[in-house]
């Protein structure tokens, strides 16, 4: 809806056009743990550069995200989702033509600041463009194409890879977002409405710097500890980045905002409520991806299953989360907080089967024994992350609940690098004396142990939840 109060009357063309585009950075979450054991073999990359082409991604996701949300609001929210579009284009083409591990590690970082320029953009275009119960059909249809996205991405890194069209292998993977890209620049040039924040402030471009020094910060010692053998200075490296982000937090706490948008928004971390919600977030986000990081490396280097059959088991996983997704915000409605921990307790009985039938599962074949594990888990993750911003949010006061979106996302991204670092470091550690399969199951506990402790937390969530139009026209 614009300024004036008419209706933008392509809107659902723009928006499908939007989701479109961003499916891009939806499969590009998941399809490159597929990948990985081949990227392995060609470019000679170790355990903690795979971990790197993982984590760079996300950090740097984390570190732009909300800087980028201030940059739509002020500067056009078309005109930085279009730049995006290119930056992710030309990344992914970097991607795929690269020669060492390094110049893929660099290029997912462009990757993940390009992703974290569309976004916010294409959330912040919704809201603009939508109201009332089409806002809240709205930003459904992008919740139920962003779970579809994740399981396709499973699926199609396996075909891709198998497929080994022109003899490009992995690289597929990257170099097939360059036609995506070509069509999104396209269409949303032609059908994207412009839209923009008339109270919008300065970004804080600053503080964004110092966010992304932090997280860094903390980030390198937990990725590169192992093969460094742990020095002493790798640890001082690590309490500079968090005392970085304590130290960002208290500025922004001080400083006025009159003129500059606020980054961390310190007033939302006093909501007791939203604390426990992004370390919720944390939790589970660093017990899934580390999780799908060593499952990856163990089914096809350790079992030696194909890439396409590594992607079929893992969508068992998939399958469990849509059982359950169309009734996780109507029974959070009802049960609120208990309905969160369930779904952190059925993610970690979920892992523990995946461990119990680890041992059973043949070489290059019968999965089976792990898929049972791969459902339940993937129905306690549609039970504990679909609701969880609603419950969340039904407890932020309205004035600033706009803002806690984007710091639930930079928690969940976060999260979802470090856990690559945590997970991965017990498993490529253990992994240098031991086989595949029992790294993995040594492994394994790690994540059973995040996915406990989102549990816990979830306890200390309000008892209600926020509906999803009401979530909408937050």
């Known amino acids: 809806m614009s300024a004036d109060g008419t209706v933008y009357p392509r809107r659902w063309l723009a928006a499908v056009v939007l989701i479109g585009a961003a499916m891009m950075d939806l499969i590009d979450l998941t399809v490159v743990n597929v990948t990985l054991p081949t990227i392995r073999r060609d470019l000679g990359a170790s355990g903690a550069q795979l971990e790197w082409v993982v984590s760079a991604y996300m950090l740097a996701f984390a570190a732009a995200l909300i800087v980028s949300g201030s940059f739509g609001d002020l500067l056009g929210r078309k005109r930085i989702f279009v730049a995006g579009i290119v930056l992710f284009g030309l990344a992914s083409l970097g991607a795929g033509m690269a020669q060492s591990p390094s110049e893929l590690i660099a290029a997912r970082v462009v990757q993940g600041l390009a ?187 350790g079992r030696g299953f194909s890439p396409l059959a590594a992607g079929l088991t893992a969508l068992a996983f998939s399958v469990g989360s849509f059982l359950l997704a169309g009734a996780a915000v109507p029974l959070a409605r009802r049960y609120g907080r208990l309905i969160l921990c369930a779904g952190g307790v059925l993610m970690a009985l979920g892992a523990l089967g995946v461990l119990l039938g680890a041992g059973q599962v043949g070489h290059a074949s019968n999965p089976w024994p792990v898929v049972p594990g791969l459902v339940v888990a993937g129905v306690g993750l549609s039970l504990l992350i679909i609701p969880l911003a609603n419950v969340v949010l039904a407890a932020v006061p309205r004035e600033v609940a706009s803002g806690a979106g984007g710091i639930l996302s930079t928690s969940q991204q976060l999260g979802g690098a470090l856990g690559v670092a945590i997970v991965g470091t017990v498993f490529f550690d253990r992994l240098q004396q031991h086989s595949f399969t029992a790294a993995f199951k040594h492994a394994v506990p790690v994540v059973i142990a995040l996915f406990l402790a989102a549990a816990l937390l979830s306890l200390a969530l309000p008892r209600t939840a926020v509906g999803e139009e009401e979530l909408a026209d937050i």
């Open 115 to 301: 992703a974290a320029a569309m976004i916010p953009q294409l959330l912040g275009s919704f809201r603009a463009m939508f109201s009332g119960p089409e806002r809240g059909k709205a930003f459904g249809l992008y919740g139920a194409i962003l779970g579809f996205a994740s399981a396709l991405g499973l699926l199609l890194g396996g075909v891709l890879v198998d497929a080994d069209l022109f003899g490009w292998g992995w690289r597929t993977v990257f170099l097939i977002n360059l036609p995506i890209a070509a069509v999104s620049l396209v269409a949303a040039i032609r059908v994207v409405p412009e839209t923009h924040d008339p109270e919008a402030r300065r970004p804080d471009v600053v503080g964004a710097v110092l966010l992304a020094a932090a997280i860094v910060a903390i980030a390198y010692p937990l990725l590169e500890g192992r093969s460094l053998g742990w020095p002493a200075w790798i640890w001082l490296v690590l309490a500079a980045g968090l005392a970085g982000l304590v130290a960002l937090g208290a500025v922004a706490e001080r400083r006025g905002h009159a003129r500059v948008a606020p980054l961390l928004r310190t007033p939302l971390l006093r909501v007791p409520a939203f604390s426990v919600g992004l370390l919720v977030q944390f939790a589970f986000s660093a017990g899934l991806q580390g999780f799908f990081l060593v499952f990856a490396g163990w089914l096809q280097t």
